[in-house]
C-alpha cells in the first residue's frame, strides 16, 4: 500500500533563508504534485512532476523527483513571510488505480 | 469556467442526523474525488469517479458514508447518522482524464457535528 511520508512536519525560518522539504514515498509512481494550503482555504496546485529527474521553479520554490529513490523535494530560496502556509506532496497510485495520497504536510512559518 | 465548487460551505447539525454535500467540478473533467481533512492532516482519499461509475472507495469509510455521481456531472456525499469524529473539511476535487491528471480542489464543506 502506497505510503507518504513528510518531513519536517513543522518549520519556522527567517526571512531571506533557505530550507528543503522531502516527500518520501512506499511504493513506485510516476505522479507527483505539490499543494500549498493556506489556513481555513483549500489546496491550491503548485507543481506537477511527472519523470525522474524532473525539476520545476515558480518564483522562490523549486520542486524535483527523483523516481528512483522515490523521493521529490520543495526548496525554498530566500524565503518571505507571504510563503507561510502548509505544503503538501501528493503521490499517484499506479496499482491500476487513479487515486492519490496525500503526505502529512510541512507547515510552514516564515519570521520577518 | 469558475472551477469547483462545494455546497454549502458549513454545515452545523446534530449527532445522529444525515448530511448531504455537492460537489459540482470543472465541466469537462471526467474523474472526480472526495477527500477528508481533519486539523493538522492531509487530506485522506474517501472515493473517486470516473465519469458515473464509483471505482474506488476508501477501506476506511464506514457503511454510513455513501456518494454518488448520477449522469458523471456533480456529485454528492452522504453521511449518516453523523458522529463527532465526522468533523471535518469535506474537499472535492475533479481531474482531467488526459495530461497531467492534476487534480483541482473545491473550498471544501466544513462539518461540524455536535
Known sequence: ELKVEQNPLFLSMQEGKNYTIYCNYSTTSDRLYWYRQDPGKSLESLFVLLSNGAVKQEGRLMASLDTKARLSTLHITAAVHDLSATYFCAVGSTSGTYKYIFGTGTRLKVLA | ?114
Open chain 2, 1 to 114: 469556467d469558475t472551477g469547483v465548487s462545494q455546497d454549502p460551505r458549513h454545515k452545523i447539525t446534530k449527532r445522529g442526523q444525515n448530511v448531504t454535500f455537492r460537489c459540482d467540478p470543472i465541466s469537462e473533467h471526467n474523474r472526480l474525488y472526495w477527500y477528508r481533512q481533519t486539523l493538522g492532516q492531509g487530506p485522506e482519499f474517501l472515493t473517486y469517479f470516473q465519469n458515473e461509475a464509483q471505482l474506488e472507495k476508501s477501506r476506511l469509510l464506514s457503511d454510513r458514508f455513501s456518494a454518488e455521481r448520477p449522469k458523471g456531472s456533480f456529485s454528492t456525499l452522504e453521511i449518516q447518522r453523523t458522529e463527532q469524529g465526522d468533523s471535518a473539511m469535506y474537499l472535492c476535487a475533479s481531474s482531467s482524464l488526459t495530461g497531467f491528471y492534476e487534480q483541482y480542489f473545491g473550498p471544501g464543506t466544513r462539518l461540524t457535528v455536535t
